[in-house]
């Protein structure tokens, strides 16, 4: 009698383990935002609306290097950090600029028109693509990326709310196949290292 009530337990502790186990892997994206997990699965697949007011599709950037970024404009530190590191990548790249395309998509629609977008990046660089749209394509865009973003609020920040987002760089190839991400924080120099061994 005894030994069935321990297996009983036994294997109610499996269960519940394995439920707490698949729970953890559905919400761990949103756990831990700046995590990247089904690798495989990331795909640059979007129809947004570009800083000139033009549509663009991934399939425009054939033949080259993407370098994708999701942030938004009012982003106090992370965004412009990152997007500096890319203008510099860019600018070490030398006459292999063509072969690599800075794309910044917003992840705050709603302020981040393409007016806004223009004048932003043009404090960078004249060679990153803004793109932008309807809340409903953002939301699309970012799961082919599989990128969290939500919206905070920030009393201080301007219209009283922020932004938290995955703030990685993702890396894809002139075929459109994603190849890796890279963290915040990562230097210019070593993501530059490594795009001039690739292309």
Not at 22 to 46: C, E, H, N, R
Not at 106 to 112: A, G, N, Q, V
Not at 168 to 179: C, N, Q, R
Request: hydrophobic share 40%; net charge negative.
């Amino acid at each position: 009698m005894k030994l069935k009530y321990i297996t009983r337990i036994l294997w109610a502790a499996v269960a519940i383990s394995g439920i707490g186990l698949l729970a953890l892997t559905i919400m761990k994206p949103y756990l831990f935002p700046d995590k990247v997990i089904f690798q495989s699965a990331i795909t640059a697949d979007f129809e947004l609306t570009d800083q000139n007011g033009q549509i663009l599709r991934d399939e425009d950037f054939a033949d080259q290097w993407m370098l994708v970024f999701f942030g938004y404009t009012n982003c106090p530190d992370v965004c412009p950090t990152t997007i500096a590191e890319m203008a510099a990548v860019m600018d070490g790249l030398g006459d292999k600029q063509s072969m690599v395309q800075p794309i910044m998509i917003t992840i705050d629609p709603e302020r981040d028109t393409p007016g806004v977008l223009a004048e932003y990046l043009g404090f960078f660089s004249p060679g990153f693509v803004g793109l932008t749209g309807s809340p409903e394509q953002i939301a699309a865009t970012s799961k082919t990326f599989q990128i969290f973003y939500a919206k905070e609020t920030e009393p201080d920040a301007p219209d009283g709310y922020g932004m938290a987002h995955t703030s990685h760089i993702y890396l894809f190839g002139p075929d459109g196949k994603y190849i890796r991400f890279y963290r915040y924080g990562t230097t210019a120099e070593a993501i530059l290292k490594d795009l001039s061994n690739r292309i």
